[in-house]
């Protein structure tokens, strides 16, 4: 399992990328919208120049802000024009209001633009992005969750439950990895990406539930590090060391 840092805030990137943490960054218009106002892609652009002087190749993920595909299309073009990475992923969402995005998913791929496709709930999301040829495959890990409980959904939920669209283990995340690692045997070049991370554990049990990679914030990220028992052992080197010396 791979750690990715899921934000487009700077000081966090240039932290995680200096303790060597992340493998990868990913990031959404809603990410972006916490940062200072400015340009969409002079923003990408700093991000990018981050990413190049860190000189390993990390993997990128720009979302496109259009619901239209054509825009789409048109936005993902300029990305990779003005941006200049390698490996930038334009991510693309699986659909919206019963649009399939799976048109633009397969465009881009066959142009060799690597392609996230985003905001999947479901295996089959997730196996139909991949089958469309996106590299990457979004899981939005707990909000799949929130969906059994929220009462906004109740009656969205019940439809989607009756007509059998769905099944109750849709809800749980770790369940739907699992799934999708079989249905997606055949499109090896794919990787499940778990986002809407809130947790460790959430990290471990996405990972032993079948992400290949796994994003999370800045706090996640680091605290995945942490351990009061560490702290103790490696202070305990430094004060012996220190006795010894003197
Ligand atoms: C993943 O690619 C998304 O950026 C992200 O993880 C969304 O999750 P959240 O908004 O629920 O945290």
């Known amino acids: 399992m791979k750690l990715f840092l899921d934000s487009a805030n700077l000081g966090e990137i ?5 303790g060597g943490m992340i493998l990868g ?12 106002k400015g340009s969409y892609l002079a923003h990408m652009e700093t991000i990018v120049s981050l990413l190049k002087k860190d000189r390993r190749g990390l993997s990128l993920s720009v979302e496109v802000f259009s619901d239209k595909p054509n825009e789409m299309v048109k936005q993902a073009r300029e990305f990779v024009k003005k941006l200049k990475y390698k490996n930038l992923a334009v991510k693309i969402p699986v659909s919206f209001r019963g649009q399939s995005y799976l048109g633009v998913v397969r465009q881009l791929s066959e142009d060799g633009i690597i392609v996230n496709c985003t905001a999947c709930m479901t295996p089959l999301q997730l196996s139909m992005a991949a089958a469309a040829g ?4 979004s899981l939005f890990y707990n909000r799949v ?10 009656a969205a939920r019940k439809e989607m439950l009756e007509r059998k ?8 995340p770790n369940n739907i990895l699992r799934e999708a690692r079989a249905l997606l045997a055949p499109y090896q070049k794919a990787e499940i990406i778990a986002g809407s991370i809130r947790s460790v554990l959430d990290v471990k049990e996405a990972g032993l539930a079948g992400a290949h990679i796994v994003t999370a914030s800045f706090k996640t990220t680091k605290a995945t590090l942490a351990h009061f028992k560490t702290d103790h052992a490696v ?5 012996d060391f220190q006795k010894w010396i003197e």
């Open 25 to 36: 960054i990913t990031t959404n218009p809603s990410l972006l919208a916490k940062e200072p």
């Open 165 to 172: 669209d769905i099944e109750p283990a849709d809800f749980n």
């Open 235 to 239: 202070g305990n080197f430094l004060k």
């Open 145 to 154: 969750r929130d969906g059994a409980k929220e009462t906004e959904y109740e």
């Open 14 to 18: 240039k932290d995680a990328l200096d």
């Open 134 to 137: 996106a590299t990457f495959v």
